[in-house]
């Protein structure tokens, strides 16, 4: 892959992630990437450009694993779309498949896609090799989120790229520190991830899509739900600087609630918002935590856990910001959901050169991003 | 105070937790002592042996926050008990009181006990006080806890007591860092804990106290509802540790089902756990960190949260022997949810001398505990 002159496609977005426009990646790929998650299958691959000259660019798209074989259909699809007769294409296709799923579905893909080679990659190694890739190449990728300014562009690093950390957030979260292009460690975890939030609001709001949730959230009150820091002392605990509005129990008022026959009361905005927060802080805390233990002071949130959602966003910062005193700082990726893909992708020519070509990509204007357009990067 | 030759009832209890015989303290006490927290208020007093010569014992009872007119009105018994001319009671009584509702009902306490004094003591503070006593003055009071031997009995420790860390589960968490008798921080805290997981299973479940979640949560099994790596990968991922029964994600399987509309077959047996184990290793964990941070070795868990459950403890023991790889000790204590109370009604005597008579207390002989007694100590 070429990644020289490398850019986000800022026009009107066709799918939910945008692609990344490749000037200069004139030939067919030859692999499709796939990372299939507990929860969702991410697939990357590569079009070329009607216009030859204009290179081609990285598409994105998902599915649910629960669904793989739309998936594996879909695969087909592009499969076929290359394949009548088409002289330029000789190498044959290669499947680049990561996460659990790659050894679970590894079977069902053979058979269902033939003589497809299918190449199995390890899921940390994929996510450390995507972000790498984004990081470093790919200019206006990477972001932080604060109220006043949703989407601050961060410069592309030049030589101070490492130590970081990645918070993988899907269904269940990875904590990973990252210390050179190809060194890392998985440090830690927790089960408390998208999986959880996406499981407890099906069960309690009966919503039955991620979109569905994050959007009922944002028109909750999560202090009809939560137990402040006020609703038990009548004011702050100053001593040790607890605010009266501060969240002392996460859903901490439906047992009370319950004791006054109040139960039924409860609004699915109300709940939605306070498992969103509940979430995102107790992420953003064993995050704060674990760079603490090991001296990190980037943190790169990913995972489709977060979609782009700005809540989701600036709790996670506002998380990390409040723990750290604003020592630490949360970072963010236009392609979050797709660092495994891509990882995946990239693996294919593991000897390819990189292309770390800063001069020439700092010349692209920075797109204008508005409150409304965040939903569809 | 006098507890010299302090030691916890092994007699069947009247109450849900055991009392303290103190059988040099002849006189009365007057105070009685209340923390006040989020969902529990918490009461401490002391009464007289029928027979003088065997001294007195500390009680211990709790009512819910909600019903604080109950707790009051407990209180006004006590007071009434003592009062009909009895000429030995020469001090005026004190209400010891702690916890936010210290501050949110004082006018109430005031206004419904007329002329008692009540003194508001700081919550961390008594906490400390109270967990200080209980270790250094108390025989059989903390254990250990694990699978083969669900109430291993420490030693009363003699010199080597500090520093150490608390983790204090109600409503919400408070993490203290405890260096001294009288030197604390508090480092740390989550809004996930006990109203958490009250409120949680009260609309998942129905259920309608924490005996009642606790109870449920015993024939459940968490894998139907959690995703387990081995639901991701098919087998361990062997390469980072994970094993095929590690749970990836907490309630990660709902979202999963409902798309294969199998929805409404969850079980709340299962749901119980799982959400026990959600909070429970979270708990774990995020105290594994901070101790991590400052250095720690020994964490103390106290609060209403854990009453006596086998499983919580068991869940709480296996995440600090986890992530610690065996370095750091979980510690329990019999009067668990009534440190803060219990420091409370201490604070009265700020000035009693301190009575460390290990060679005294030592020669008791240790209770049998069976597991079924583990729940009514």
């Known amino acids: 892959m070429n990644s020289t002159g490398a850019e986000i496609c800022e026009e009107l977005p066709h799918a939910e992630t945008r692609d990344i426009l490749l000037p200069n990646q004139v030939d067919y790929a030859s692999q499709i990437a796939v990372d299939i998650g507990g929860t969702l299958a991410k697939v990357v691959y590569f079009s070329r450009e009607p216009n030859l000259s204009k290179g081609g660019r990285l598409n994105f798209t998902k599915f649910e694993t ?50 497809v080679k299918i190449e199995k990659e390890d899921e940390m190694d994929c996510l450390i090799t995507g972000l790498n890739f984004l990081i470093a190449e790919i200019p206006y990728e990477v972001f932080t989120c604060s109220d006043s300014d949703p989407m601050h562009f961060e410069d592309t690093p030049s030589s101070n790229m490492f130590p970081y950390m990645l918070v993988n957030i899907g269904s269940g979260v990875s904590v990973l520190k990252v210390t050179s292009h190809d060194k890392y460690e998985r440090i830690s975890g927790t089960s408390l991830g998208g999986g959880t939030l996406w499981g407890l609001l099906t069960l309690l709001t009966g919503a039955t899509s991620f979109d569905e949730m994050l959007e009922t959230s944002k028109y909750g009150d999560n202090t009809n739900v939560d137990m402040l820091v006020g609703d038990i002392y009548g004011s702050d605990y100053g001593k040790i600087g607890l605010k009266s509005s501060t969240i002392a129990s996460s859903m901490g008022k439906v047992f009370k609630k319950n004791i006054r026959q109040e139960v039924g009361k409860f609004r699915n905005e109300d709940i939605s918002k306070s498992l969103l927060y509940m979430i995102s802080n107790n992420v953003g805390q064993i995050a704060y935590l674990n760079a603490q233990v090991h001296g990190l002071k980037k943190i790169y949130f990913g995972g489709c856990f977060i979609r782009g959602h700005l809540t989701t966003m600036n709790t996670l910062s506002y998380a990390i910001h409040f723990w750290s005193k604003g020592t630490m700082k949360a970072l963010f990726l236009r392609h979050e959901g797709y660092l495994g893909s891509v990882g995946a992708f990239l693996k294919h020519n593991e000897t390819r050169q990189r292309t770390y070509s800063f001069s020439e990509i700092s010349s692209f204007t920075q797109p204008i991003i508005t409150e409304e357009s965040i939903k569809s990067f």
């Open 66 to 115: 629960e669904k793989i074989d739309e998936c594996i259909d879909f695969i087909k699809t592009l499969l076929a779309a290359r394949r009548p007769g088409n002289q330029e294409i000789q190498e044959k296709v290669v499947i680049k498949a990561t996460g659990g799923g790659s050894y679970k579905f590894y079977d069902i893909f053979v058979e269902k896609l033939g003589d």
